[in-house]
């Protein structure tokens, strides 16, 4: 876990390498990390956001050998495949995880962190949880074992991912110009990673009071 930590804090200086060593094939690495953050409900601890926050800033540096236009090009469609195999395995797995063979292999707890989420939020859920570490890669699986109507889930799947790495792509190019950014880099990460983890967080915290409060009397009870 600390090298993981270690490894996304120093991910400009990580992309410098890739794109040194391997040049375009650097695109492909990356579509890889974000295709299985997304998609493979077992990696939810790969970078998201702040691996998009920074490729944007380094796309901004001069000779980088990353094209802001081939980013987006590449990185929407790994958001949007990621989300729609996790949704189909997770149609395909859910009757396994229904009847409780898969339990071992999931964490119950982010699964049902993601089931009250969806049942607050609904189809949105799509949407907002890409912005939610964790909940990101739940979200498309519990869709697909809820048996969520397919061409609605694609067309929350498409919105949420456009907004999702367009938004913070462009973001990260645009304050890569910035001298703070520069010399603050693994500081903004830490930030957008603390920021990200806020609603998650909220929530969770929420959930916990709630469930410490005392059952409220039944009208029966209250009538008597």
Same mark, same amino acid.
């Given at each position: @876990? ?5 490894? !996304?804090?120093? #991910? ?5 390498? %890739? ?13 890889? !990390? /974000?295709?299985?953050? =997304?998609?493979?409900? /077992? =990696? ?18 001069? $000779? *980088?050998?990353?094209? %802001? ?6 990185? %929407? ?8 195999? $996790? ?14 063979? %898969?339990?071992?292999?999931? $964490? ?9 989420? #969806? ?14 570490? !964790? ?5 498309? #699986? ?5 048996? @969520? $109507? ?14 999702? /790495?367009?938004? !913070? ?33 909220? =929530? #969770? ?12 009397? *039944? ?6």
């Amino acid at each position: @876990m600390t090298e993981l930590i270690h490894y !996304i804090l120093k #991910f400009d200086e990580h992309l410098e390498g %890739l794109t040194s060593e391997y040049g375009a094939w650097t695109y492909a690495i990356l579509f890889a !990390i /974000v295709f299985c953050e =997304t998609g493979l409900v /077992v =990696t939810p601890i790969l970078p998201g956001d702040s691996l998009l926050f920074a490729v944007g800033v380094f796309s901004a540096r001069e $000779n *980088s050998g990353l094209s %802001l236009w081939v980013l987006y090009a590449v990185l %929407l469609p790994a958001a949007i495949l990621g989300d729609t195999v $996790n949704y189909h395995v997770g149609k395909y797995l859910g009757p396994k995880l229904l009847s409780g063979r %898969l339990t071992r292999w999931l $964490n119950q707890e982010h699964l049902e962190y993601t089931r009250r989420f #969806f049942e607050k939020h609904g189809g949105k859920t799509i949407i907002l949880a890409r912005f939610l570490p !964790i909940v990101r890669t739940f979200a498309p #699986f519990v869709a697909g074992v809820g048996s @969520m $109507n397919y061409p609605r889930f694609l067309a929350y799947n498409v919105v949420g991912g456009f907004i999702w /790495v367009v938004g !913070i792509v462009t973001a990260g190019h645009i304050l890569g110009e910035n001298q703070f950014v520069k010399d603050n880099f693994e500081l903004v990460c830490v930030g957008i990673v603390c920021f990200s983890l806020i609603p998650g967080t909220v =929530t #969770f915290l929420r959930n916990r009071y709630a469930a410490k409060q005392p059952a409220a009397p *039944s009208n029966e009870a209250a009538g008597s």
